[in-house]
């Protein structure tokens, strides 16, 4: 009988010719258990999802419960169902008073694709900006504003009409004009390493966008959900986005997403035509209700309040000889060194040791760290203890 690593290799889609192929048989917490029940620290998060860890009881009960009264019953908008109506409410709860409408979808880069139909959509324009070496998603329209060509390149022709712009470079926000549609901007950039835009910068951003007509949409499918110490990075901003992105954390595990805008905006999508926009599973109950339990659980816990001082404890106690710069906002961080050679060295050694680290799309040479936020400081020392050593 074929194991399951080889029918992993010989029957899924591979996404690289060197897969981590770790066999994971349970998960709780801070902690993922594979064969022989050897014990993983997580500190990725599955790459920013499991904000309040594996399998969050509050989140396991919420699914358990809905899965037994139904699942998909109707394409979305059409039925009025508790788990969505509920989600949106707690949501909008979290958010400035111009963000009253949800648009529930199943992952991030869905909720890209939506926000570009609904900005060209509202505004009547074509064109879209996109920051450099952004990432916005892997779907069609969201690989066109992704801001890095390599990736790109051999999926072209991609949507006309797409300009980049350098993050954080105040100089470029003269390229948008009354011709575009919106601008996508990262809050914090996540795929490019940890780059983190200056308070000036985003202020200017905004202004600019109000003065050409232009939709802002900031993608927080990374940095959401208490990623950077508040439940939105942009509070920390003094901004309001026209349309928010979300994925990611927010659904404790379950696959969901959301762009969210305004009544006046998001109606542009329900006529001319109807349906403007349109998804089977998108706001599915099951991952709705688990979505609203990783809410409680974030503003009960209180986990954004003690973000900044976990970032700390990280950026005190990893002391690798190898590291260059730590970059982070809260606990979304990277950690540099010379090469991607040397890097990859680490995270394999780390592995065996059983601490999970991966790297950056756009920045190779940075380690990623974005565990948990329950994580604790014990935990958090322990991890650093191992990665200083490897």
């Not at 890209?112 to 324009?125: F, I, M």
């Not at 992105?245 to 805008?261: E, N």
Request: aromatic share 8%; with cysteine.
């Amino acid at each position: 009988m074929l194991t399951n690593r080889q029918l992993f290799l010989d029957h899924l889609a591979q996404t690289s010719d060197s897969p981590l192929a770790l066999q994971i048989e349970r998960a709780s917490g801070v902690y993922m258990y594979g064969e022989n029940d050897k014990r993983y620290l997580d500190l990725i998060s599955g790459i920013g999802v499991s904000n309040i860890g594996h399998c969050h009881p509050k989140v396991v009960q919420a699914i358990q419960e809905q899965s037994s009264k139904y699942m998909h019953l109707m394409v979305y908008g059409e039925f009025i169902q508790t788990p969505q109506v509920r989600l949106a409410a707690q949501l909008i709860e979290t958010l400035p008073q111009n963000l009253d409408a949800v648009y529930l979808v199943n992952s991030g880069s869905e909720a890209t694709e939506g926000a570009l139909k609904l900005a060209k959509r509202y505004t009547g324009r074509r064109e879209i900006i996109s920051c450099k070496n952004a990432y916005h998603g892997s779907s069609h329209g969201a690989l066109s504003i992704m801001g890095n060509e390599f990736f790109k390149q051999a999926f072209r022709p991609l949507l006309p009409g797409i300009k980049h712009i350098g993050y954080n470079n105040p100089e470029d926000l003269s390229l948008i004009t009354e011709q575009t549609a919106a601008v996508v901007v990262e809050t914090i950039q996540g795929e490019a390493g940890i780059r983190v835009a200056d308070k000036d910068y985003m202020q200017a951003l905004r202004q600019r966008c109000n003065y050409t007509g232009t939709l802002l949409i900031l993608d927080e499918i990374q940095c959401g959900f208490g990623r950077t110490g508040t439940f939105w990075a942009f509070e920390q901003y003094g901004i309001t986005p026209d349309i928010l992105l979300t994925a990611k954390g927010m659904g404790g595990g379950m696959p969901i997403g959301a762009f969210i805008s305004s009544k006046e905006i998001m109606h542009t999508l329900s006529h001319n035509p109807v349906l403007g926009h349109i998804t089977t599973f998108g706001g599915h109950p099951v991952s709705c209700v688990a979505a609203s339990a990783c809410i409680e659980v974030i503003l009960e816990e209180k986990l954004t309040e003690h973000v900044s001082r976990k970032a700390d404890l990280f950026k005190k106690h990893f002391n690798h000889p190898g590291i260059k710069e730590i970059r982070n906002a809260g606990l979304m961080m990277a950690a540099e060194f010379e090469s991607y050679p040397v890097l990859k060295k680490i995270i394999d050694h780390a592995i065996t040791k059983g601490i999970l680290t991966d790297w950056f799309l756009f920045c190779d040479n940075s380690m990623r760290i974005a565990p948990p936020l329950i994580i604790t400081d014990e935990e958090i020392i322990e991890a650093c203890a191992v990665l200083s050593g490897c």
